[in-house]
């Protein structure tokens, strides 16, 4: 069944683009309102627009017809991965900067999750059919290692390790300003923005957080941090660097416009280890970040 939003403009959002206008007053992503802007499914005052930039005034009637959507599925996709280890209970994967761990909205397929069903199976669970034997997630501009459970008792494990802060997760990190201290702990708690539903922040009713840094590096105006996590919130590394003024260099949505050029933030899940689920042993991995990452490291250098 169609749904009907509508929506009267505010003053304070005179002249503002019709896409960043809906984006923060409505549950969708920015990609998702543009598609119903090109497909036509939004007026403003009765007209039809089919411009994402177009320009809204005060008073307008924005009326949104949202389309049926489509129940997602997960489908297999073969895909080049960058596997660092498998054996018949888990699978260590770099994730590439720019891919999502699973389908949503937004992203419905060329996901981690579509890759790795292709190349194995997965444990999934009918109301988790998106991500099967997802345990952890990082960012979609977010570089690195993550662990994967290819059957329920693995799963159980690795989950059990993350809620018990047992296994190790450490990332590395350009990031803007400069340090008076060379380690520091960050203790704050995270939940959603209430000014920006895409956004996280540091809210007092918020889940407990915790990030522990090391400068590894100082540069002119920006540092090259090791990042050791105790939690795994949503955005948490991003979030935290922001709480203390020293944002992740290229991050988009926690860091400022002047910052290094490159494909998202400068994040990189470096190192990654866990009890493995049936031999009890102790597993650690580590990777290199991406390129990239490395040559804008050079350029800092010199």
Known sequence: ????????????FNNYRLDKYLTEKID??????????MDRYITVDNYVVSKS???????????IQKPDEQPLSAKPEKMNLDIVYEDNDVIVVNKPQGMVVHPSAGHPDHTLVNGLMYHTNLPSEEEDVLRPGIVHRIDKDTSGLLMVAKNGIARDSLMKQ???KTNTREYLAIVHGVFSETSGKIDA??????????KQ??????RSAVTHFKVLEQFDNYALLSLHLETGRTHQIRVH???IDHPVAGDPLYGPKKTLKGNGQFLHAHTLGFIHPTNGKQMEFSVKPPKIFLETLDTLRN
Request: hydrophobic share 35%; net charge positive; no cysteine.
């Open 53 to 63: 930039g177009y320009k809204i005034k005060s008073n307008n009637l924005i009326i």
């Open 162 to 164: 993350l809620k018990e």
């Open 28 to 37: 969708s992503s920015r990609s998702q309102i543009k598609a119903w802007i």
């Open 241 to 243: 660097l922001k709480f």
């Open 201 to 206: 922040d540091i809210v007092a009713d918020g």
């Open 189 to 198: 708690p995270i939940g959603r923005s209430k000014k920006d539903r895409k």
């Open 1 to 12: 069944m169609t749904e009907t939003i509508k929506l009267i403009v505010e003053s304070k």
